[in-house]
């Protein structure tokens, strides 16, 4: 392995980690949607895993094609920018939509109380709340309503692009070889995926020792609003 190779793996490795830990929304929407749709810790984590090989994925598969079909490098990159501001946008849409359902839902939880009178002429009082009781017969549950969630944030991420990617492809695919590119994007992947899990996991386990019981009811609407968050941070700050 030649110092110019080991140079571009290094960078490779070093843009992508910072990329990923400066990017909330390689790692918060996970965590928001695995507490509020009441994930393992596994399965929050396999969530992940997924999206980020499907975030490089796509970007990987328009790198090819720019380099087989001999695109300029400025149209790749508008491309992406382009599939960037879709995804941005999603994500803030999806994040909002969420959102306000998430407060219906709060609203209609409360808890409240209800005076019963019996035949006899005594009575008491029961409180309970709406989230398990009285559905109607064709009325889903809701924690049945939003097993879409994932899929959506997977489609979102695949449309985002790894912005630094393709730039990291083009230069040793015209300058050094095949083998390289693939050292190359191979340790960009892999450092990507890894950081977003491994942030994912320490936030949503430290979660686990944060006091939320009083909060509870209101999970959906804090997962929406931080799914909006990410995506105002894309569209608003450029994050």
Request: glycine share 10%; with cysteine; proline share 5%.
């Amino acid at each position: 392995m030649t110092p110019e190779l080991i140079a571009l793996i290094t960078a490779a490795g070093s843009i992508a980690l910072l990329h990923t830990l400066m990017g909330p929304d390689h790692y918060l929407p996970f965590v928001a949607l695995g507490k509020s749709r009441g994930w393992s810790t596994e399965k929050m984590a396999a969530v992940t895993v997924g999206c980020g090989l499907g975030h490089s994925v796509g970007s990987i598969v328009l790198g090819l094609i720019g380099i087989w079909a001999g695109t300029a490098l400025d149209s790749l990159t508008g491309i992406e920018g382009l599939r960037g501001d879709l995804a941005a946008w999603a994500l803030l849409s999806f994040g909002i939509l969420y959102m306000v359902w998430g407060i219906r839902r709060a609203v209609r939880n409360k808890p409240h109380s209800h005076y019963h009178v019996h035949a006899d002429g005594t009575g008491h009082t029961h409180s309970h709340t709406h989230k398990t009781e009285h559905l109607h017969v064709h009325e889903a549950p809701a924690t049945s309503r939003l097993k879409f969630a994932p899929w959506t944030i997977f489609i979102i991420f695949v449309l985002g692009p790894c912005e630094p990617l393709i730039p990291l492809m083009m230069y040793p695919a015209a300058t050094v070889s095949a083998f390289a590119m693939t050292a190359v994007v191979g340790t960009f992947v892999v450092v990507t995926v890894a950081t977003m899990t491994a942030v994912a996991l320490a936030v949503f386990k430290g979660l686990q020792f944060v006091p939320a019981a009083s909060l509870q009811r209101y999970t959906h609407a804090i997962a929406g609003s931080t799914l909006a968050f990410c995506g105002f941070a894309i569209v608003g700050l450029g994050l």
